[in-house]
Each structure stands twice: as C-alpha cells, then as structure tokens.
C-alpha cells in the first residue's frame, strides 16, 4: 500500500521516505509532536492518531477520540515512535562549488573572516569556482549536502543564489536549485541573492551592480519563475541599508517577499529595514540592538538564528535573546549552509548549537526547525506544524522524547520520512 521512492542511510539502517498514494491513510500507535501554535509542551499526544487525505492532514488527536467515521481507513502503525512535522531548513546557500578549506585554516591561524574577504578570497573564490562549475557539475556537488538534510528528516529546503554575481550565473544558480527539487522528494523554495558580494568588475561601484545585475536579473528570474523570495548580505563586506532598499523596492514591484541578512557582524540596522518592508525574516542578528527588539517584534518577522555561522566565526556577541522572547518573536533556526562561514548540513546539529551557544531550549529549537521556519518561508499554515490542513509531511524518530532531537549529537535517530505524493 505505500509505495518507497526513495531510501537515505542513518547511523543505525536504511531510512525509507515513503510516499503514500493512497488517498486515505491513519498513522496510529505512535506519539506525536504537532508543534501547533499556542500548544505548550509541544503539542505532545502520548498515544496519538494522524488522520492524513489527499495529501493532507484531516484530523490528529488522542487515539480513543478518533472520530468514527475514520473507522474503517486502512492503518500504519508505527510502534509507538515519535512522529513530528517533517523539518524545513529556512536558510542555505548550498549549490556552490568547490569549499574553503584552505581559509579555514587561514583564519584559525589569525586571519579574519572580514580580512579574508577584502583581500580576494571569501565569497569570491567561491563564486569563481561556481562560475566555473558546469550546471551537472553544480548538480552532483550539491546533492549530498541535500541528500544529509534529507537523512535528518528535512522535508523543505530554501536554497539561495549568491555566488553567480553575473545574472546568468545567478539564474543558473536558481535552475540547480529548482532541479534539485526535481531530483528529490523535498519542496525546494529558492532565493535572489544576487546583492550577495560585489564582484571585482564592479570594485567601488556597488550602486551599478545593483542597477546592473541585482535589479535586471531579479525581473528575468521572476519571469522565469526561478524565484519566491529576494535577500541581500547587509554589511559594511556586503551591502549598504539604501542599495539594500533599492532591492526590496524592485522585489516589492515584482510582488515577491523580502528577507535579509542583517546584523551579523555588525549594527547596520538592517532589521528595521527588513520589518519596514514586511519581511519574511531577518537572519543572523548576534548585532541586533536590544533597543530596537520591540520595532522589529512589530512587523511580525521571523528572527532566523544561524548557529553554525556563529560557532565558525567563533564569534562572542549573542543575540538579545531575552528581548526576542519577551516581544514574542518567532525563532527559527537553519544551517546556513555554506562553503565559507558554515559548512554544516545537518539540521539536528544546528538545533543541539542553537541550544547551546543561543540558550534556545529544545523546544524551541524544535519550533524553529518546524513551525517558525515555515512562516519564515511563507508556508504556516501548510508545513511545520501537525494540524488539520497542513501537508502530511511527517517525521517518524526512534526516539522517547522530543528533547532527544537537540540532545544527540551526530547521527541521525530518523526512522522513517512519511511524504506525500502532494508535496509537489
Ligand atoms: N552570510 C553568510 O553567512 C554567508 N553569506 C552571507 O551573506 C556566508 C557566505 C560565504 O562565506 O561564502
Ligand atoms: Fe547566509
């Protein structure tokens, strides 16, 4: 009755993704994590029923109050494992080619990531190996970071472009991005970052890059449907507040939501600008002023937290933690993938970080690995969260108790993905 499209390997066997093309299926003898908005303590049923239809969920709740009409469905049972909303990963830049190893071990001999960046390396070298890289090339070098997000049961991607700074480079980013989705049984959610870096042609003329490439190739890439979203790298490396606007006002045009890398080592303000235009989140914020927590709480962006960059950097500033939960923003946490300040595609391991370097607790991470980080893509609603409705895209653990996804560290204690054949 399902129907196994694909299999990842974990720590302790095979994982099936299975994708169930039975319209009607009840996942029952399991404990569930709905993650639903306003539940304390995750949302947790002990013995739990999912009642998923056409792709979605119908009903979840205590197995004795499942509603009689459901009665004669046919049954998974799952053996009483820990079922949870499948995870998104909010925040990567994983199509790039090549990696910075080399820089690594420049920085921990003294040099800076700011150093390494003015003086050529950085994301230039990374952009130039990916130019270099051919489209099947940037395919294969992509997949196995997709393919361990996939094994610690990440169910939705946001992949970003950034290292193309040409627009046929950043276009072509996007295409590997969207074919990746193809290859996969994962929702790929793609990014312009073209106002990611300036590249030497355009040394000292960051306005024109702007005008030239990040705006023009915006339009194209909305035109082709390459694009659901548009961020840019707001920093004294990156790019000023005002080129950042300029930006948001030709995404605002195109009706496509904004996002921002902001404050991450430095205090641009970049935040406020981000929550003027309604974004859909914020993203790194160890700089975010506390003064400014309440503005940014305002607009209702989600404050994405990126603790691998932030343990590679080795950096000492936290962001206002406190401040973020008192005002009620939502915290979502991602990996951040990519070649320079985070080489990380573990979506688990980003959570144990969080805990540790953000003081996040487990369920919080577990929030911003689910539900928060579905808002920060646009997507409440549909996944993140178990609840009548939602995609039935589920995470079935070989675990006792939800903390253990932020408490192990390496490996995987991911049994089973359940997919839908909707998720498309
Ligand atoms: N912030 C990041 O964390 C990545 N990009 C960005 O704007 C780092 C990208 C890299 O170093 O290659
Ligand atoms: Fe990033």
Not at 176 to 183: G, I, M, N, S, Y
Not at 306 to 335: C, N, S, W
Not at 355 to 363: A, M, Q, R, S
């Amino acid at each position: 009755m399902l129907h196994t499209s694909y299999y990842v390997r974990t720590y302790k066997n095979v994982v099936g993704i299975y994708t169930s093309f039975m319209t009607q299926t009840i996942y029952t003898n399991c404990a569930v994590a709905t993650m639903q908005h306003g539940e304390a303590n995750y949302g947790l049923i002990p013995d739990a029923t999912i009642v998923a239809k056409d792709g979605r969920i119908d009903w979840v709740g205590a197995s004795a109050d499942r509603p009689p009409e459901y009665k004669d469905w046919p049954e998974e049972r799952l053996d009483g494992r820990l079922v949870t909303p499948a995870l998104i990963d909010c925040h990567t830049h994983l199509v790039f080619s090549g990696n910075r190893a080399r820089e690594f071990e420049q920085r921990l001999k003294g040099a800076s990531y700011e150093e390494i960046a003015r003086s050529g390396g950085g994301i230039s070298s990374t952009v130039t190996a990916t130019r270099s890289a051919s489209f099947e090339q940037l395919v294969e070098e992509s997949l196995p970071r997709l393919d361990a997000l996939i094994r610690d049961g990440v169910a939705v991607v946001e992949i970003k472009s950034g290292y193309g700074l040409t627009i046929e480079d950043e276009l072509r980013m996007l295409r590997v991005a969207r074919h990746l989705d193809t290859l996969r049984p994962v929702k790929v959610v793609t990014t312009w970052l073209a106002a990611h870096s300036l590249p030497p042609d355009f040394a000292d003329r960051a306005d024109a890059y702007i005008d030239e490439i990040v705006i023009p190739g915006l339009s194209r890439a909305a035109e082709e449907g390459l694009v659901d979203a548009v961020d840019g790298f707001c920093e004294s490396i990156g790019f000023s507040p005002a080129q950042i606007e300029r930006v948001f006002k030709a995404a605002q045009s195109l009706s496509l939501p904004v996002k921002l890398h902001a404050e991450q080592l430095s205090d641009l303000k970049g935040s406020l600008l981000a929550a003027r235009y309604s974004a859909l989140s914020a993203d790194h914020l160890e700089f975010l002023a506390e003064e400014d927590v309440p503005e940014f709480a305002a607009a209702g962006t989600v404050a994405v937290l990126l603790p691998g960059a932030f343990y590679m950097l080795k950096e000492t500033k936290l962001p206002p933690m406190e401040a973020l939960r008192q005002h009620g923003v939502d915290i979502a946490i991602a990996t951040d993938c990519n070649p320079g300040s985070s080489p990380l595609s573990s979506i688990l391991t980003a959570m144990t970080m969080s805990c540790i370097e953000f003081g996040l607790t487990p369920e919080e991470a577990l929030s911003g690995t689910t539900r928060c980080a579905a808002k920060a893509l646009g997507l409440s609603g549909q996944y993140g969260e178990i609840v009548a409705g939602a995609r039935a895209e589920l995470a079935v653990w070989d675990v006792g108790h939800p903390a253990e996804l932020s408490y192990w560290m390496g490996g995987t204690p991911l049994y089973q993905r359940l997919a839908t054949g909707a998720l498309k």
